[in-house]
């Protein structure tokens, strides 16, 4: 004989929560907390085996089910001293649905089973409350007729509006008793219409009823495509739970509550929740009536003119509170619960991991590390890398009131208002005049970056999350909304519009980088503060990882803010961005537009001091840290100039004529211009470009070495290499230049030279490039636009609908693809390995703040995650999560 | 004791062509012919394994060399009856290099050795001819010197120049004996002032210093560039061959000449060359003297007045016949030899495999199986499928005068001149009226296809042999030359111009697609004629392959081209090309400005039957073979119009506003095209136009299955793939499709689904692709670009950079790159095999028609490979050899 039904209550249970696998989520749940002695309603749970066996069976049960069944409905009746059926104290039941995964609003359920014509009559008697009883009675009617017998329950709304329109009434509480009983003949009547048979009568028939609509909904077809899409196997089947009904609306002596351990918004220690006297679950939530204070305490916080429950039923509360720490440290986290108060008498209904905000779960997570009632690396795991995000950027008062006029992508948190400005001088003009200012452009480009670095936030209208904007948002840590299709920019009106809303240069708007809207005016922002329980998760970070953190840092500001943060070293520091200062892409340009050699070297030689200063700064800032350089990448065209007037001024300045400078531009045009003449290309086309640059970082090098009294650790890395032989070209090159300059100074500079693997095929031969290549930096961004033939600039158009069509789970630019790009990754890291086992590897794609992207980069054997300094925080936590083998909270 | 030297002549010879390894290429192929009792002028060779002794000693030679050496010269001495160093008859010697691989002008020669002051009179006296003497000995001491001593060979010059200008005299040819007799002092004079020693008059001292130098010359630094830049490994070393010198200039019974053993221009089976008496072989290529013919049939057929060698020397003619006779049956490939006549006797210099034209290599692989010489696959093995390209188009007249005024890239074969258009129009209109036309732009799109089917060929200054221009000419069979970078187009004056030339609209200009010239007027061209030849190579090459060649043809024309040079389906028909007819792209544009689906659907509507159409008429040429399908492929924007005019032409007719249509073309502009919103992302954004075509194909296919009485084989192809969750989408979309065409019309069509695997990650994903799609085609072109990361379009800037610097061999998108893009094919076809062993797998890329790539193909075990109509028989050929493990005639 198989054992079908555990049962559970009155201090005890046959299941506990190691047995969700048998009893499902929800029964191994209600197990556990019985087991603990609380006070769980009684009840027993049909196991999943049981489903398995009903569908091998073709939907019949096995003939030992139904007195083991039976015997449980025994069991709750001598646990709670009610009888199912019996009139004057009757035994009600729900009847539940509940998997090994939770599966929300995808089966069903019935409450109140057991209530007849008989019972309902009992039931207004025990509670004293015919309204009550009719209610519950017409509840169950409609619920079960729509479960069990398949009559939708349209039929019946649609009735219980006739009747209380013909009796003038509007809403469900101007029903009294007498409607309801009238109510559930009405429906009575309907049922026996449908379903051609008189509504069931028979408890037991109703709980068979029941019983087969659960174990039937497994198969209907919302199940299977809700089990499709999160690949959830058919054979886990689905566990029933029948479990006896309290009520806490049965007089003044019956409440219902829900409460958590502890604050779930500042993750402080203290008991903390709503109640109700005389109520029903639903009305705590609902909003109808106000619900009361838990504690004295919270009443006298809050200035409540209600009673706390520990002072209108202190016993009760009493057991609550000693429940509720049993729960706290039997599960040794925060919990939410929910319970019910019937007749003086405490019953939990539910306990569950609570939800909490990032700082709560960050002081929690802490706390509990401190009390003792969990180790360190639970505490790592307790807190979700990605929500320190909004403990590092300021955010929107979340009591302010918004006017939202159109949202995008929430592409670098943080908030910010600021007037509208159409371009990056406009930005750095009002900045300097103190005006704080949102720029706005339809996207970004790299001519833009003063002005992104002069306003407060940044909103475009095309682009994804990877966007020049949103890319180089993140890296400053500035607040920037990115595609936000349907605000349309007009550059020469100077105004931006959102449906019949326009908004003209110089008004005021704020965005929020956290969540993507765009609201008008200025909403208030809060600061964050970063507390010294921050402090302690990262030291307790840093100690369990092996990932180490470098930061993606183009400038001093960047690279202070990333040390600040933890970072241990620069993992990508572009050389571009510090060609675009106002004073040095004249120099660049001239370069660009130099008719040969000798033209952009002398071009050259001006940018090279300016260049040394640089590095100079940033190797003083990071002192013994590493530094990667990576030289030059972006395609020339880039740098130049679009309109007639920059082109006469760019012609002059570099002495060339306008129809040089003109051919000059369309010459370097590009179709494609990430697939173009960029990175390591533009090093073999103009060597004298590179050899400019290396010659800058070697020079600084030894400066700040002399400085510090200790060599500095310099890494040039050569961008978008396809083969060997690019990278020896180059590496040729940078090699020659650092003899120069150490026959120049008499000493030689420490450094090494790397590629990044930005393009499948240096993945592929990334065993021949690691012959000469003496580290690897992954530059994920472009390997997943090459390994999907996706410019992320272009994306938006259709990653959102392949997002919404659940062909793609999640944004590659977002989150690394482990099965194809990460492929690339495994194969690039061990061939590169097995050339040079000493090859240093890590990744400084956007991919190296996303804490799911970490995880695979400690699997796939990395030494080291770059990321923007805003994120560097949450990448020690995600790496020091991946050390533990935590995946980081559950995020049900 | 080892053995070092080999000798050979006076019928006999210890090595053979065998011993390539051993005795390098010259010194076994002149042992072979030796072996074969042919008059070779006797020597030796001192083996490459003396050349690894030598450098393992660090440039000592073992003990037992010199004997071997000197014993050598002895056997030279024995056999030709003259002595080293003895002044009344000398033997005079030349030293020269050779090693296993051809290193072309990189390593050293020294000719005449064993003149000394003593010998040259004695050489004067045998030859009767003092000046002849002097010039001899004073070259040698030129050549010596620079070889041996390490003098430049400019001060040589100089001193000859100088001794010219004092003598008032300006040809070498001006010099008598006496001349040369005080120019050898001279240079005795100057080679003591710079190298501090007298000229070594010892023969043996000049023969060790010659041998010295030769052995040295292996680790010049020419020569270990060259063997790095060619994969030469430095351990293969060089051999020395010491040979008699034998002269052509001692008399009227003297002679030299070169010969072909068949015409290498027709490949007629016919002795073919020229000769000279009494002069050296420098002097039948300086063309300073006017060879004669080697045969009366030829001195006739040329109307020459100078006698043949047949007529003048028939005795040694004779001789020669039998000689080349002997050669051609024993090397069983056509020779280009050389030789001398000294004193009325023959010597054999040289035999070589002899260059030929396309024609004369298919004809004499032809004949010579027919002949039994070799059997049918070394003849398949003679012919270089490019080389086809030749004999398919027209080409120019080679005697023809050309001005060129630039070049460009030999985008497609075949020569064509017409007036200059700068537009599609024009050229459609112009080729109305009967005109020859030239289609010229910056770089052509989508939009200028009619104009470039109504031009005779077509001219582009951007874009590389794989841009838009280059692939469709090559699919029509056009001429043309793309990136043509140093002329300019004004398309506002109408005119093109190269350096200070010129021309206008309506003048003409002529295009070699085989070469890349443009030049100016009109050069004459010649049609080429198919040979009964062409077909028995092609029938041998159908025998053995296993390869099966398919075609990209988007039209009947292309269609029916294809089958007639033996295309066995279509392997790629792109649809869009089916848009761009007048007619129909205003149809299109409708539906891409339309404001929704019913708007798509109405145009769509209106598309189907045009499109059912062209399938109608593809299926009924290909009757029973494979069509496969693309589904519509790239942006939308490739569609829209460009220009103000034609933006409110196509408002108009599309029945919206202006500044809808502006926002359109606005919405859908792109930053990297390539990489966007295209493919099947289309698809998934825009289902009905999917549908719409798949019921095109399949009412088609249903029609003319009809017809045939036979099903038709449709392979429906979704472009640009990445993951089994996209293919899937679109595969359910096209069976629904199917399904209601096969309700509607009681008959269900035969099809395939497949996929383009033409990004790197859908290589990687094949396993899961290949569960559902039933047939990859390799779309090399776009997986060339996303695996290297270059766009196609914009790589001539650097990839001909690329070329020239040696950073890359070949340019990727001419021949498959088989270490990363090839391994990407091979993960995919292994990948998709193991899930669905019987998946048909072939290559659709331009890489379809080139020979390596074919041959790779071949390797992976692809079913088919598929190129444009023109290369068709290059497929067959290269599959023909790829089977028969031929990798072509040696192309040296």
């Known amino acids: 004989m198989s054992k079908w039904v555990y049962t559970f209550g009155n201090g005890a249970a046959e299941g506990s929560a190691e047995m969700r696998d048998l009893l499902g989520g929800k029964g191994a749940n209600l197990a556990e907390m019985a087991g603990l002695e609380l006070p769980v309603p009684p009840g027993f749970t049909i196991t999943t085996e049981l489903c398995r066996a009903f569908y091998d069976a073709e939907r019949h049960y096995p003939d030992d089910l139904e007195d083991q069944v039976m015997a449980g409905i025994r069991q709750i009746e001598a646990s709670f001293g009610t009888r199912f059926g019996e009139a004057e104290n009757p035994l009600l039941v729900s009847v539940r649905s509940g998997g090994r995964a939770s599966m929300p609003g995808m089966m069903d359920t019935v409450l109140n089973l057991g209530i007849n014509d008989a019972t309902v009559e009992g039931l207004a008697a025990a509670s004293g409350d015919e309204r009550f009883a009719y209610d519950s009675y017409r509840r169950f009617i409609q619920m079960y007729a729509d479960v069990v017998l398949g009559i939708d329950h349209f039929h019946f709304e649609e009735l219980l509006e006739t009747h209380k329109t013909g009796r003038g009434l509007t809403l469900d509480t101007d029903l009294g008793a007498e409607d309801w009983r009238t109510i559930v003949e009405v429906f009575k009547r309907q049922v026996r219409e449908d379903a051609g048979t008189d509504f069931p009568q028979d408890p037991e028939e109703q709980l068979w009823g029941a019983i087969d609509a659960v174990f039937g909904s497994w198969m209907n077809r919302r199940a299977i495509t809700y089990r499709k899409l999160n690949d959830i196997p058919e054979s886990w089947g689905t566990a029933v739970n029948v479990q006896a009904m309290v009520f806490g609306n049965m007089g003044e002596d019956c409440a219902t509550g829900v409460a958590f351990t502890r604050d779930p918004s500042s993750g402080d220690k203290r008991f903390f929740g709503e109640f109700l006297i005389n109520a029903q679950g639903e009305d705590v939530v609902a909003g109808i009536r106000t619900p009361q204070p838990l504690t004295r305490q919270a009443r006298e916080a809050e200035g409540s003119r209600l009673a706390s429950m520990e002072e209108v039923m202190p016993e009760v509360f009493a057991e609550l509170v000693e429940v509720y720490q049993a729960l706290e440290a039997h599960y040794r986290d925060m919990q939410d619960i929910e319970f019910t108060v019937q007749r003086g008498r405490l019953w939990m209904l539910q306990t569950r991991t609570g939800k909490r905000t990032a700082a709560a779960a960050l002081k929690i997570a802490v706390d509990m590390a401190e009390e003792g009632l969990i180790d360190h690396a639970e505490a790592l795991g307790r807190v979700e890398p990605a929500s320190l995000d909004q403990l590092l950027h300021p955010t929107l008062d979340p009591d302010a009131e918004r006017q939202v006029l159109a949202k995008g992508l929430p592409a670098s948190p943080g908030a910010a208002s600021g007037q509208v400005v159409f371009n990056a001088e406009d930005a750095e003009a009002l900045a300097a005049d103190g005006e704080d200012v949102i720029l706005v452009r339809i996207e970004t480009s790299p001519e833009d970056i003063h002005g992104m670095h002069a306003a407060r936030g940044i909103l475009t209208t095309r682009g994804g999350m990877t966007s020049h904007a949103a890319v180089v948002a993140r890296g400053m840590g500035r607040p920037c909304v990115s595609g936000a299709g349907l605000i349309r920019v007009d550059y020469v009106a100077g105004t931006l519009s959102a449906g019949d809303v326009t908004v003209a240069r110089g008004e005021v708007i704020t965005i929020d980088g956290g969540s993507g809207e765009v609201m008008l005016g200025r909403v208030p922002t809060v600061q964050p503060e970063l507390s010294g329980t921050f402090g302690r998760l990262m030291a307790w970070a840093d100690e369990v990882r092996r990932l180490e953190v470098r930061c993606n840092a183009d400038t001093p500001a960047d690279a202070r803010t990333a040390r600040e943060f933890g970072a241990q070293g620069i993992g990508l520091c572009r050389t571009e961005h510090m060609f675009f200062d106002t004073e040095r892409i004249v120099t660049m340009r001239e370069m660009i537009v130099a008719e040969n050699e000798a033209g952009r070297q002398a071009a050259l030689d001006r940018l090279l001091p300016m260049q040394r200063r640089d590095f100079i700064e940033l190797f003083r800032i990071m002192a013994d840290q590493p530094v990667t350089v990576r030289l030059l990448d972006p395609p020339l065209h880039e740098f130049l100039p679009h309109t007639e007037e920059e082109k006469a001024a760019v012609a002059e300045a570099a002495g060339v004529s306008l129809e040089h400078l003109r051919q000059r531009v369309l010459q370097l045009e590009e179709s494609n211009p990430m697939l173009g003449h960029r990175g390591c290309r533009l090093g073999i086309s103009y060597p004298e470009i590179y050899r ?125 693809d482990q099965d194809g790009v990460g492929e690339l990754v495994t194969i690039a890291a061990e061939r590169g390995r097995g050339a040079r086992p000493d090859l240093k590897l890590g990744i400084c794609g956007e991919h190296g703040g996303d804490p799911a992207s970490i995880a695979f980069c400690h699997r796939a054997g990395l030494d080291y995650v770059s990321c923007s300094p805003y994120r560097v925080p949450i990448a020690r936590l995600a790496a020091a999560q991946a050390a533990i083998g935590s995946s980081g909270p559950d995020s049900d």
Chains 1, 2 share one sequence.
């Open 692 to 816: 400019m640059q290396a010659r800058a970082i070697f020079e600084a090098a030894l400066e700040v070495t002399g400085e510090l009294g200790q060599p500095v650790a310099a890494e040039v890395m050569i961008p978008l290499v396809a083969s060997r032989r690019e990278f020896e070209f180059l590496k040729t090159e940078i090699d020659a230049v650092a003899d120069d300059v150490a026959e120049a100074r008499g000493e030689r500079p420490t450094y090494l030279v790397g590629t990044m693997i930005e393009l499948p095929r240096a993945a592929l031969r990334a065993g021949e490039i690691a012959q000469t290549a003496e580290f690897f930096s992954f530059g994920t961004n472009d390997l997943t636009q090459t390994t999907f033939g996706i410019s992320r600039d272009d994306s938006a158009h259709f990653i959102e609908n392949y997002l919404a069509q659940g062909v793609m789970a999640v944004d590659p630019f977002v989150s690394l």
